[in-house]
Antibody, heavy 119, light 107 residues
Framework: EVQLVQSGAEVRKPGESLKISCQASGYNFTRKWIGWVRQMPGKGLEWMGIIYPADSDTRYSPSFQGQVTISADKATSTAFLQWSSLKASDTAMYYC????????????WGQGALVTVSS | AIQMTQSPSSLSASVGDRVTITCRASQGIRNDLGWYQQKPGKAPKLLIYAASSLQSGVPSRFSGSGSGTDFTLTISSLQPEDFATYYCLQDYNYPYTFGQGTKVEIK
């Protein structure tokens, strides 16, 4: 059974760093793209970026390029999303999701991780 | 980046109604479009991929159509569990982009 299990809710202050995780199981982690999606409170879905764990090929939305870093650890089948200096505007729910191939869509999703940035 | 314009932003409908949601891409995206359902407090769920392919386990009252720039999600007979927000997502090229969402509410 394919599962994506995300790390728990986080509360940080502006300027702090953070790394959240998404652990995959039930499929060959290295051979499927895995992406991140942001949802700010009461707002729609925003595609942030995606990584191919086999070779760490990573693509970012221009809106998030330079603001976050996406990475993956093949040994633990885990994808990561990290910030070096959080802002209050980073407060949101973050989802990871698997992209099987081509136009197959994002077929499995993590449960989401709520990040709250407040002084 | 490709812009996805989804309409309407919200609609009210009754159980049993036929519901149609549209998504228009700012350029041709072949059939590289998916539809997602999101209920409050839950992760999105893939309903349709490749514009018209029903994801495994999704009820057949959901269908998708379109190619190029214009796409449609249809719910043939709305059920109580279908009240949710629906999004389209183009996976034609990077950056992938979502539509703004359509909230389907009970009339």
């Amino acid at each position: 059974e394919v599962q994506l299990v995300q790390s728990g809710a986080e509360v940080r202050k502006p300027g702090e760093s953070l790394k959240i995780s998404c652990q995959a199981s039930g499929y060959n982690f290295t051979r499927k793209w895995i992406g991140w999606v942001r949802q700010m409170p009461g707002k729609g879905l925003e595609w942030m970026g995606i990584i191919y764990p086999a070779d760490s090929d990573t693509r970012y939305s221009p809106s998030f390029q330079g603001q976050v870093t996406i990475s993956a650890d093949k040994a633990t089948s885990t994808a990561f999303l990290q910030w070096s200096s959080l802002k209050a505007s980073d407060t949101a729910m973050y989802y990871c999701a698997r992209h099987l191939r081509g136009n197959s869509g994002l077929d499995y999703w993590g449960q989401g991780a709520l990040v709250t940035v407040s002084s | 980046a490709i812009q996805m314009t989804q309409s309407p932003s919200s609609l009210s409908a009754s159980v049993g109604d036929r519901v149609t949601i549209t998504c228009r891409a700012s350029q041709g995206i072949r059939n590289d479009l998916g539809w997602y359902q999101q209920k409050p407090g839950k992760a999105p769920k893939l309903l349709i991929y490749a514009a018209s392919s029903l994801q495994s386990g999704v009820p057949s009252r959901f269908s998708g159509s379109g190619s190029g720039t214009d796409f449609t999600l249809t719910i043939s007979s709305l059920q109580p569990e279908d009240f949710a927000t629906y999004y389209c997502l183009q996976d034609y090229n990077y950056p992938y982009t979502f539509g703004q969402g359509t909230k389907v509410e009970i009339k």
